[in-house]
């Protein structure tokens, strides 16, 4: 399997190691959500906030994911833990598919796997990205 490039923001990157370093004080380093995490910030291409492509998921983004295997569409919006409200389709980045979402664009099918197999989901639409918006640094 190939490995896909993500793409992130400088104020992405630095709240999302601000995050893991607060969670390694916390005596959390050991998680696995975190080590995908961290794996992905690893591997990220970072670029201002103004530089981002409209059609790739950052945080605070309203995306709609297609179930390819259901054919069923939902609507999430990636947030941080404390922001977090599955009432409200907020999932957080440390939930796996949060952190399985994060640099993905448009089109893209997001894998990720559960516990009776392999869930996947592609992109169909950001329907709200801050960078977007105007809103660069939140």
Not at 50 to 69: A, F, P, Q
């Amino acid at each position: 399997m190939l490995t896909r490039e993500i793409v992130i923001t400088h104020a992405d990157r630095r709240r999302l190691g601000t995050l893991l370093e607060r969670a390694a004080a916390d005596g959390l380093a050991d998680a696995r959500y975190l080590h995908d995490l961290e794996h992905e910030l690893e591997r990220a291409v970072v670029v201002d906030p103004s530089e981002i492509d409209d059609d790739v998921i950052t945080m605070n983004s309203k995306v709609r994911l297609r179930d390819l295997d259901a054919d069923g569409v939902e609507t999430f919006t990636l947030v941080y833990p404390r922001d977090a409200n599955i009432d409200e389709n907020r999932i957080s980045i440390l939930a796996p598919i949060g952190t399985a979402l994060i640099g993905y664009r448009v089109g893209d099918v997001v894998e990720w796997p559960v516990p009776n197999g392999t869930a996947r989901l592609r992109v169909e639409e950001i329907l709200y990205q801050p960078e977007r918006a105007g809103v660069l640094d939140r």
